[in-house]
């Protein structure tokens, strides 16, 4: 089904631990999102690149969280001081267009102790 | 889930038995994508629709976008099929795909 890749699959990091994942996108998808997914299936969209440029990011993403999709390098995302309120699965997608069908990576499953 | 209301949110069936999702959307939505999540936590896609009606194998699906609702109608259920579905929409107005909260489908025999 999805060619997109994310590592690693686990992370367990302290509070006030960076954290940081990791998200190839299928080949020719020049649009990356990152999703947050909490213990209530709750999903929040975080930030979406073109190429490697920001489209949109939440209020959230631009405090403490940092992301980039650098040019013939995985996209990552990376939490500057983790808190257990971070403690989720992360999804990394990617699409043909802004608005297009997307596609999933495995996720990466963060632990904040 | 507030903007994508997802019902019912489990369904528990025989196999061999059909059954259907529904999602209401409160925003005007004007793609809608299905998935099932398997334990491990993987999407896998299973529509992408337009207003309109699609069929994949056991699997069919409607989005009205005038009336603002989707569904995802299971035939023949099968053990494979246990998993929690989630609709999850696009608009002209906020980036990313609106998830509602999922369906847990589990089949017995």
């Known amino acids: 089904n999805s060619k997109v890749i994310q590592t690693p699959r686990y992370l367990v990091k302290g509070q006030g631990q960076k954290a940081k994942m990791r998200c190839i996108p299928e080949?020719?998808?020049?649009?990356v999102f990152w999703y947050q997914q909490n213990k209530n299936n709750e999903f929040k969209f975080l930030i979406n690149?073109?190429?490697?440029?920001?489209?949109?990011q939440i209020d959230m993403t631009e405090k403490r969280f940092s992301a980039e999709c650098p040019s013939n390098s995985p996209c990552s995302l990376e939490i500057q001081s983790s808190e257990a309120g971070d403690s989720a699965l992360y999804l990394c997608?990617?699409?043909?267009?802004?608005?297009?069908?997307?596609?999933f990576g495995p996720g990466t499953r963060l632990t904040v102790l | 889930g507030d903007k994508v209301k997802q019902s019912p949110s489990a369904l528990s069936l025989q196999e061999g038995t059909n059954s259907a999702l529904r999602c209401n959307f409160s925003?005007?939505?004007?793609?809608v994508q299905w998935f099932l999540q398997n334990p491990r936590g993987s999407l896998i896609n299973l529509f992408y629709?337009?207003?309109g009606t699609k069929e994949n194998g056991r699997l069919k699906s409607t989005f009205n976008s005038k009336e603002s609702y989707s569904t995802l109608h299971i035939r023949d259920a099968q053990l494979e099929d246990s998993g929690t579905y989630f609709c999850?929409?696009?608009?002209?107005?906020?980036?990313?795909?609106?998830f509602g909260l999922g369906t847990r489908v589990s089949v017995f025999p």
């Open positions: 925003i005007a939505a004007t793609t």
């Open positions: 997608a990617s699409s043909l267009g802004n608005y297009a069908e997307q596609f």
């Open positions: 999850a929409a696009e608009n002209n107005y906020a980036q990313g795909l609106t």
């Open positions: 629709l337009v207003p």
């Open positions: 080949k020719g998808h020049p649009v």
């Open positions: 690149f073109q190429n490697q440029e920001v489209l949109q």
